[in-house]
Each structure stands twice: as C-alpha cells, then as structure tokens.
C-alpha cells in the first residue's frame, strides 16, 4: 500500500488513490511551488537535511511561508517510510504550493500553502552505474534563479525529452558555450587530475549529492574548481561525470556521438562513485585501485 500525507492544515495520511486535489491551485495553474526528491537507500533517508534545508530556502525565495518547521516536516517525512514499511532503495517526491485560491497572479491573501509527499520504489541503475551514460548538448533556456528548485520545469522537460529522442540519457545546457549543469543533475569535468564545476551561483541548482561530491574530492585530496567549463573543454576532457539523488555520481562515456576518451567510465570518477557508496551505505560495487 502507499500512502501519503497532504497537509492543509493539519497532516492526514490517505491513500494515494483517494486524494482530492483542488483544481484552482496555484502549483497547477502557475508553477507557484518548490519541490524535492529525496533518495532513499534500505527504507532510510540519504541526504534528507541537506535537502529539507534547500526546501526552506527554495521556499523563501519565492517569499512562500511553509505550515510546519523544518523539525515537524522532517518527523512527517520519517513517518511516511514508516507507514509504508518502507525497506527498499527509492525516493520520496514532495512539493509545497502556495496553496488554492481563484486564479490571479497577485498572491492570494489567506490561503495556506499546499503540501504533499509520496514515497515510490526506486531500484538502483547498476547498467548506468558502472558503464555511464551517453548525452547530448543543449541550450539552456531557463531563467535566471536556477537555484531555487520550483516547479516550473518546462525547459529541462524538453531538454530531456531531446536527449531522450537521440537516445540519451542527460542534456548538458550551456549558455553560449558555457556548461551550467545537466536538465536534471550537476555536472563535472576531470582535466590533469583537478575537477572543475560550475560554482553554486543562481545559475545551477545547489544539488545535495553536489554536496558531497565536493567532500569526497577535497578527502581525496584532489583539486575542486569551482569555475564554469565550456563545450569546448570537453572535447579534452579526460572524464565526465554528473550527479543527482537519482542518478547518484554517474559516468559520463559521450557527448553528441562523441566518446570521452576510450568510452568507459574514468577512474577519479570511479573513485567518487565509490565513495558515494560508503558515505550512502549501500552495497559496494565499484572496485577502484589506487
Ligand atoms: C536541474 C538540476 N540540477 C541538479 C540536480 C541535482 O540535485 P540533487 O543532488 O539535490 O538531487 C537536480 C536534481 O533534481 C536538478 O533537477
């Protein structure tokens, strides 16, 4: 069974299939909302305050007041794994609108942000995983607060569905040359042993497993840039690798056809998958050697 809360004014667990979910809501009619994925690896939350403290800060961006600390909320989403008897590896989806009310662009004035969270299996991609994924190059059409994770999503929907439709699995968006990030992950590039990623500015999402790539890179004493790399750079690139809560530190083997290097997963980005690994808890599966 699942089953989920939705929290209008006080947090009830139903069902999936029985909830009702007004039709004048401004997550519906305007993208007014901010949103989350969290994984979970063996009925537990991976990353899950890194990603209840991006919810709040997403939310203030969008000057939307959220009906529950960062405390309740975090109990709540427990609960939900609970209830779920949730054991396996997957993820919860959550998203907080500012609420319903009649249609008007202006913010409406008593209404309560709406609130949801489900929780989905989700098994591990071990194909991806240990040979990497192909993409392709897209502009990047968003707007200019990339950081905050809202709902609107049509720009890396038909980013993906391109990459999709050439048969792959990411785009990598670019502005003018320049690489932000991927429609649905962060991305780096491995040049002469140092790695460079696009800083955390308003540009890029903040990713969680960002996060802690960039602890893994610093324990392993090798250099994190955080400056942008361009279309260009990766055609000398020695690896590539992306990251996200779903796709987790995930080789990188083309770019538009093209292989990186011999076409197999590099080893730094071996090493940071194994090291993803350890820091989630889950079955080692990447042997890496020194
Ligand atoms: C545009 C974008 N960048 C980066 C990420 C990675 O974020 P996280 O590591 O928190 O999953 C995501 C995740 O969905 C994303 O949508």
């Known amino acids: 069974m699942s089953v989920y ?11 999936r299939d029985s909830l009702k979910y007004p039709f004048e809501e401004r997550g519906l009619q305007f993208g007014d909302g901010v949103y989350e994925v969290i994984r979970i ?10 990603h209840v403290d991006r919810l709040f800060r997403s939310a203030e961006a969008i000057k939307m007041e959220l009906p529950f600390s960062k405390e309740e909320i975090t109990n709540q989403l427990i609960e939900l794994l609970e209830r779920n008897d949730m054991n396996n590896d997957g993820k919860v989806y959550l998203q907080a609108t500012r609420g319903s009310a009649p249609r008007d662009h202006v913010f409406p004035k008593d209404a ?3 609130f949801y969270a489900y929780v989905l299996d989700l098994p591990r ?39 999709k439709e050439n048969g792959c699995y990411e785009a990598i968006l670019h502005k003018d040359g320049v690489v932000t990030e991927c429609s649905s992950s962060n991305i780096y590039l491995v ?22 790539v960039e602890q893994f890179v610093k324990s392993l004493e090798i250099p994190f840039i955080e400056e942008a790399f361009t279309l260009n750079d990766i055609q000398t690139a020695d ?9 987790e530190v995930l080789p990188v083997v083309s770019v538009d056809g093209k292989t990186i290097q011999d076409g197999k ?7 940071l998958q194994h090291e993803y690994e350890k820091d989630a808890n889950i079955q080692g599966t990447i042997q ?3």
């Not at 809360?5 to 069902?15: E, G, K, N």
């Not at 690896?41 to 890194?50: A, H, I, K, M, V």
């Not at 993409?135 to 609107?152: G, Q």
């Not at 690896?239 to 796709?247: D, R, V, W």
């Open 5 to 15: 809360p939705i929290t209008l004014s006080q947090t009830t667990f139903v069902h």
């Open 41 to 50: 690896y063996n009925g537990q939350y991976y990353l899950l305050t890194e």
């Open 112 to 114: 309560e942000a709406n």
């Open 125 to 163: 991609n071990m194909d991806n995983f240990r040979n990497g994924v192909g993409t392709i190059t897209h502009e990047d059409l968003r707007w200019a607060n990339c950081y905050i994770k809202s709902l609107n999503l049509l720009p890396n929907v038909l980013a993906k569905q391109t990459a």
């Open 191 to 212: 040049k002469d042993g140092k790695i460079y990623t696009h800083p955390t500015t308003k540009q890029i999402l903040h990713g969680c497993v960002r996060i802690r």
């Open 239 to 247: 690896e590539l690798f992306l990251s996200s809560s779903t796709s």
């Open 265 to 271: 997963p590099g080893s730094i980005t071996k090493q």
């Open 288 to 290: 890496h050697m020194n």
